[in-house]
């Protein structure tokens, strides 16, 4: 999914969204990891591509935090934009704490596939994938197969973790079985990951061909819109400031789902 690059990326003090751009297929795209810091830690939220390193280490020092100060990392879910610059930044810092749900530990470390990567996703994958010259797709499947991370911390539903004011963890499966979404308590920010994403400007619920149970995608748009949310944060289009609360409780009432 494409977003625009060059958001406004300081959400509140000791908040910024990362603006990470590639070039995969020739089209830019562009994620957006989130980045939280206050005097005793700075936790990053997903870990962009592989090979975004160089990046991502300038747009968390942009932020005035040295990479060396990065104390843990929380994944949202194991989807390669998210995870592939885990093992590069961990071979800088690796006194990193990487945190994920526990049902989406497996998948992190190895022991299961990444969905993703099933016969069938790879098929859907194949026609993008075949169009690029021969070494950029061996890297590019290299990249995947070696996609792994080790999780230190394992998270659960509704956990308050008390870093940078509070982060309340909440289990939103349906793109991914471990998926979770945070919510900064006192910014009332919902960093989203792929639960939402933002276009121009609006707020749209998960991708139905990237989210394999969109019964799950549904259910899990109606525990957000219990939250009284003043900023989301999409992986995939940033920062949206309009009505949350009304818009997702929209999103959850049913299709369509999409733009
Ligand atoms: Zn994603």
Redesign the pocket.
């Known amino acids: 999914m494409i977003s625009k690059g060059m958001i406004d990326a300081l959400i509140a003090p000791g908040i910024e969204v990362l603006d990470l751009r590639m070039d995969l297929f020739g089209a830019p795209s562009y994620?957006h990891p989130t980045l939280l810091w206050d005097e005793n830690d700075a936790v990053l939220i997903d870990a962009g591509f592989p090979g975004q390193l160089e990046q991502l280490r300038e747009a968390i020092e942009q932020a005035g935090v040295p990479l060396g100060r990065l104390t843990r990392l929380i994944v949202t879910h194991q989807?390669i934009?998210?995870i592939g610059g885990i093992s590069a930044l961990l071979a800088l810092n690796d006194r990193i704490e990487v945190l994920a749900h526990e049902q989406e530990r497996p998948y992190l470390t190895g022991e299961k596939q990444l969905i993703k990567l099933s016969p069938e996703r790879m098929a859907q994958f194949s026609e993008r994938l075949s169009s690029l010259p021969e070494e950029r797709r061996k890297a590019v499947l290299d990249a995947f197969a070696n996609a792994r991370a080790r999780v230190d911390r394992t998270l659960t539903d509704s956990e308050r973790l008390p870093y940078c004011g509070g982060i309340v963890v909440i289990h939103t499966p349906g793109h991914t079985p471990g998926h979770i979404s945070l919510y900064l308590e006192p910014s009332k920010v919902l960093v989203a990951g792929?639960a939402l994403s933002a276009s121009d400007g609006r707020l749209f619920g998960p991708n139905p061909p990237l989210a394999p149970d969109m019964g799950q995608a549904t259910d899990s748009l109606k525990k957000l819109a219990r939250c009284d949310i003043e900023t989301v944060i999409c992986?995939?289009g940033g920062p949206y400031s309009g009505d949350a609360n009304t818009r997702i409780a929209e999103l959850a009432a049913g299709p369509p789902l999409s733009a």
């Open positions: 994620v989807d934009d998210h792929d992986y995939h």
